[in-house]
């Protein structure tokens, strides 16, 4: 049951980012991308990717802080 519930108050903080900050998330934590690929995806210099990367761990946290 309390898995359940930490699992669903994951997936709502993870849906109310910005579709930019879900799609790095994504890519970085679930497909093991590392910040140098993400920089060519994203077209972006390796400091802005770390960056962007920054912003939406920090997006998510506030986000599941109010979950």
Do not use: C, G, M, W
Not at 4 to 17: G, L, Q, S, T
Not at 46 to 63: G, N, V
């Amino acid at each position: 049951f309390e898995k359940n519930k930490v699992r669903n108050r994951i997936e709502k903080a993870f849906y109310n980012i910005s579709l930019q900050y879900q799609k790095i998330l994504h890519l970085h934590y679930e497909e093991h991308i590392p910040v140098k690929e993400l920089a060519i995806i994203f077209n972006l210099s390796f400091k802005a990717t770390e960056s962007l990367l920054f912003r939406a761990r920090r997006s998510f946290r506030l986000a599941y802080e109010r979950a």
